[in-house]
């Protein structure tokens, strides 16, 4: 099929349109001279993580999936991937109520915590839900030190303003940094380009860099609120570490029927980012992961633009990117504990 015979004849978007979309992320990619395969580890791409000096590789396994199989289960999952070459590790405070904290707490023993770049996130908002959050993740994940820290869904106007107030969680993190409890830090949404480039400047405000910036990016997000146009362009300008998710939208985008689990992912690592992290709860699902990665080859931008055409009326008012939209979603919404009292 063609790719204007692929095009939705009532799609608002133009193949022209498409093909803009696309020389930008291709312009992106090309300002990012060190962005390809700065060596290889097992067949995995391995990239710069912003400006830390770390190298990670171009596939990351989520957490949240892997809390779901037994320990036993969960594991394997985490080994396989690991010896398989994936060194960047996902998880977060909330995650199935800490078990999956846990499960890969207990994968990263019996030396496979030196082999990885560990991240996990808080959903406190002031300094003393934070800073408890904190600690519970080290003990967990039975480290001394994380890798990078983020502030999880940052998915309000004002998550922002309380991040950075007085007594807010921001204060926790520079303690926890200057204690040796974590390395980086970061901060992670997925609802609103918007909302990202709020948390951005309020960071400059206070005269505050985050490392890394965690976002939703896949075949669908080019054609609403889309983060890879409003918010990478200044990611890449600053240099900051680039984690996107949701490749496949948790599985729902792969129920729209017009695209493979492969074509997500290959589309999500062809952009302008360090790490694609990928939910992975069966052994299948893992060996797909690794494949994919080993076999990578950034699309092309005639490639890129066929992609977008084919995606346009299924990602049409965001229907299949409900995490942008609805509460289901949201953690914090549905427990606002999390957050902790207003600071």
């Known amino acids: 099929m063609s790719f204007s015979a692929s095009l939705d004849p009532d799609s608002r978007v133009s193949r022209r349109r498409f093909l803009e979309v696309a020389a930008t992320i291709t312009a992106m990619c090309s300002v990012r001279t060190d962005l390809w395969a700065l060596e290889e580890r097992n067949g995995i791409p391995y990239k710069n993580f912003g400006r830390t000096g770390e190298k990670v590789s171009a596939i990351g396994l989520g957490g949240y999936h892997i809390g779901r199989p ?29 078990a999956s904290e846990e499960h890969m707490g207990k994968a990263l023993q019996d030396g496979y915590r030196q082999k990885v770049f560990l ?14 959050q904190i600690d519970e993740s080290l003990r967990r994940l039975q480290t001394d030190r994380i890798d990078l820290m983020q502030i999880h869904e940052v998915i309000r106007m004002n998550d922002p303003d309380r991040v950075f107030a007085r007594g807010g969680a921001i204060e926790a993190l520079l303690e926890a940094k200057k204690a040796g409890k974590i390395r980086f830090t970061g901060f992670t949404g997925h609802k609103s380009p918007e909302i990202h480039l709020h948390m951005l400047k309020t960071a400059e405000a206070h005269d505050f860099r985050f490392d890394a ?20 362009p200044a990611l890449v300008s600053e240099k900051i570490g680039i984690q996107t998710m949701k490749p496949m939208g948790g599985g729902v985008i792969l129920q729209s029927g017009v695209v493979s689990a492969v074509e997500c992912l290959r589309f999500a690592m062809s952009q302008p980012t360090d790490v694609v992290i990928t939910g992975c709860e069966s052994m299948e699902i893992v060996k797909q992961a690794l494949e994919t990665a080993r076999n990578f080859k950034p699309m092309k931008e005639d490639e890129i633009a066929a992609l977008l055409g084919k995606t346009a009326s299924a990602a049409a008012n965001g229907k299949f990117e409900l995490y942008k ?19």
């Open 70 to 98: 037994s320990e036993a289960a969960s594991t394997r999952l985490i080994r396989t991937a690991i010896d398989g070459g994936i060194n960047f590790m996902d998880n977060c405070w909330d995650y199935n109520g800490g």
């Open 119 to 132: 991240m996990t996130k808080i959903d406190g908002r002031n300094k003393k839900t934070a800073a408890s």
């Open 213 to 232: 910036v965690l976002m939703p990016v896949n075949v669908m997000d080019a054609h609403f609120e889309s983060f890879v146009k409003k918010v990478m």
């Open 325 to 343: 939209t609805a509460e289901e979603f949201d953690g914090t919404t549905h427990n606002p504990q999390w957050l902790g009292s207003p600071s």
